[in-house]
């Protein structure tokens, strides 16, 4: 049968742009994407940059009072919400406009519409026209939820509305304690806004490793953010242009605003998977087996929907992954394996492999930690601490974790990430020689075991 196009791909996010650039760019494919929105998905439009952004922004106050320590006259005055805006929106614009060039010189053909499949080689948009294709990846991503038991919570809002914000709240409790939550707790506080944080568990960024999230929970509280741990929302009220929120603690009190930073969920529903016989998993997820390949063999999900490990590198590597297996010729699955990872929290948190508790688990282990003062922030009379620690295997002296808290984080594991994932052993990070003065070379001058178990 003579299909319209080699591949059809519904989602413009950073997966689904980047198997149809190498389809149709590299394999000389013909390409169709539909994309319902804004093309670059969340990470471009909603997520990871613009958010980025925001921490940039949120950072100068602390950075202008070093400023004047370090002997500068320097103050800091009022942010400025619309005008930091205006620009970021011209940002996301300019990215937007790059996404669909690129798409556009790989000679993908773009749809702006909704894209339903409607049988294991045929797509039809939102508009009626019906295309059909070999192969379709459904690349839809994610969206933040919203728990449907709290009265109320329509008044709230999540990640997806914080850039569209009329004004910067005066003050917003947000309730969460993941990556995002962590994050716009760390970047309203900076901007200048009163920051509450309702976390139901016992210790924010729960999975990560305990002595690094304590840290950041502390740093985050010293800071500034008004953390409540076992603690969340009950019900929520307009009271007048502010919103009344009653907590599990017995708290009573009036936010400009709440944000949702509960979860997010794939965006699987109405594509007409069930239709075909895939059955959705309970989260929504559309079940993948190594390669991305559904139960239908001509139907590929990656990304945020399938929801494996949701962060766009991943969905990047799931991409080319999908591609070289199914267009090169080469069966490829998807590392997933020691993923180094950042929480733009202040102070950032990278990370990669096993944390401590995990890798007790498996045992003997040796335990490397240090904690210091910072030497920038420090000289300025700042407390702030940094951490690292090294979770390395005792029998194979592998490093089995690397967990950073400190200023620049999210670069230093990117770096450290290479050599554990290589295998690097205690002794091989003992060999390097320090990068002096830095904050990483900690990393290769831990000498003795903090503990072992
Ligand atoms: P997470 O799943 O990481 O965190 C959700 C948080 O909300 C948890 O603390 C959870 O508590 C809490 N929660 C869930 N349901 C409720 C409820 N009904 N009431 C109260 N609290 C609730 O999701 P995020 O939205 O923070 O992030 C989603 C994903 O996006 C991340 O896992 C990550 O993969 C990605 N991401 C990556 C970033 C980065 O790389 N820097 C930045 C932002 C997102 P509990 O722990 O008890 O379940």
């Given at each position: 049968?003579?299909?319209?196009?080699?591949?059809?791909?519904?989602?413009?996010?950073?997966?689904?742009?980047?198997?149809?650039?190498?389809?149709?760019?590299?394999?000389?494919?013909?390409?169709?994407?539909?994309?319902?929105?804004?093309?670059?998905?969340?990470?471009?439009?909603?997520?990871?940059?613009?958010?980025?952004?925001?921490?940039?922004a949120s950072g100068y106050p602390d950075q202008i009072k070093d400023a004047v320590a370090y002997g500068w006259d320097a103050s800091c005055g009022a942010f400025n919400w619309p005008a930091f805006r205006g620009r970021l929106e011209a940002e996301l614009d300019r990215l937007e406009t790059v996404y669909r060039g690129l798409l556009a010189g790989?000679?993908?053909?773009?749809?702006?519409?909704?894209?339903?499949?409607?049988?294991?080689?045929?797509?039809?948009?939102?508009?009626?026209?019906?295309?059909?294709?070999?192969?379709?990846?459904?690349?839809?991503?994610?969206?933040?939820?919203?728990?449907?038991?709290?009265?109320?919570?329509?008044?709230?809002?999540?990640?997806?509305?914080?850039?569209?914000?009329?004004?910067?709240?005066?003050?917003?409790?947000?309730?969460?304690?993941?990556?995002?939550?962590?994050?716009?707790?760390?970047?309203?506080?900076?901007?200048?806004?009163?920051?509450?944080?309702?976390?139901?568990?016992?210790?924010?960024?729960?999975?990560?490793?305990?002595?690094?999230?304590?840290?950041?929970?502390?740093?985050?509280?010293?800071?500034?953010?008004?953390?409540?741990?076992?603690?969340?929302?009950?019900?929520?009220?307009?009271?007048?242009?502010?919103?009344?929120?009653?907590?599990?603690?017995?708290?009573?009190?009036?936010?400009?605003?709440?944000?949702?930073?509960?979860?997010?969920?794939?965006?699987?529903?109405d594509l007409g998977l069930e239709e075909l016989g895939i059955t959705l998993a309970r989260d929504g997820a559309v079940p993948v087996d190594d390669y991305s390949q559904t139960s239908v063999p001509s139907i590929f999900a990656i990304g945020d929907v399938t929801n494996r490990v949701n962060l766009t590198p991943v969905a990047i590597r799931e991409?080319?992954?999908?591609?070289?297996?199914?267009?090169?010729?080469?069966?490829?699955?998807?590392?997933?394996?020691?993923?180094?990872?950042?929480?733009?929290?202040?102070?950032?948190?990278?990370?990669?492999?096993?944390?401590?508790?995990?890798?007790?688990?498996?045992?003997?282990?040796?335990?490397?930690?240090?904690?210091?003062?910072?030497?920038?922030?420090?000289?300025?009379?700042?407390?702030?601490?940094?951490?690292?620690?090294?979770?390395?295997?005792?029998?194979?002296?592998?490093?089995?974790?690397?967990?950073?808290?400190?200023?620049?984080?999210?670069?230093?594991?990117?770096?450290?990430?290479?050599?554990?994932?290589?295998?690097?052993?205690?002794?091989?990070?003992?060999?390097?020689?320090?990068?002096?003065?830095?904050?990483?070379?900690?990393?290769?001058?831990?000498?003795?075991?903090?503990?072992?178990?």
């Open positions: 049968m003579a299909f319209d196009f080699d591949l059809f791909v519904i989602g413009g996010g950073s997966g689904g742009v980047r198997a149809a650039r190498v389809a149709a760019g590299e394999y000389g494919l013909r390409v169709g994407l539909a994309e319902e929105d804004r093309y670059g998905g969340t990470c471009v439009i909603r997520g990871c940059v613009p958010k980025k952004l925001m921490v940039f790989s000679k993908v053909q773009s749809f702006d519409a909704r894209a339903r499949i409607k049988d294991p080689h045929r797509v039809v948009l939102a508009d009626g026209r019906e295309f059909t294709a070999a192969h379709i990846l459904i690349a839809t991503g994610g969206r933040p939820v919203v728990p449907d038991d709290v009265p109320g919570a329509e008044l709230g809002i999540t990640s997806d509305d914080v850039f569209h914000l009329g004004a910067l709240p005066k003050s917003i409790l947000i309730i969460g304690g993941g990556y995002i939550a962590c994050e716009f707790a760390g970047i309203f506080n900076g901007l200048g806004s009163k920051v509450t944080q309702f976390y139901r568990g016992a210790q924010i960024l729960r999975g990560f490793d305990d002595e690094a999230r304590a840290l950041v929970g502390d740093e985050m509280r010293h800071a500034g953010v008004d953390l409540h741990l076992g603690t969340n929302i009950v019900s929520m009220d307009r009271a007048g242009s502010a919103i009344k929120v009653t907590a599990t603690n017995g708290m009573v009190a009036e936010f400009d605003q709440v944000l949702f930073a509960t979860g997010r969920a794939p965006n699987s529903a991409a080319m992954a999908f591609t070289a297996t199914v267009f090169g010729g080469t069966p490829t699955p998807v590392d997933h394996d020691l993923i180094p990872t950042a929480i733009f929290t202040q102070p950032e948190m990278g990370t990669v492999g096993l944390s401590e508790e995990e890798a007790r688990e498996n045992g003997p282990i040796e335990v490397y930690t240090t904690s210091f003062k910072a030497m920038q922030s420090g000289f300025a009379g700042r407390s702030a601490r940094v951490f690292m620690k090294l979770v390395v295997c005792a029998d194979s002296r592998k490093v089995l974790g690397c967990h950073i808290v400190a200023p620049g984080a999210g670069e230093m594991i990117q770096l450290a990430g290479i050599a554990v994932k290589m295998g690097a052993t205690k002794e091989d990070f003992d060999r390097t020689v320090a990068v002096h003065p830095t904050m990483a070379e900690e990393l290769v001058t831990l000498r003795k075991p903090t503990r072992t178990a």
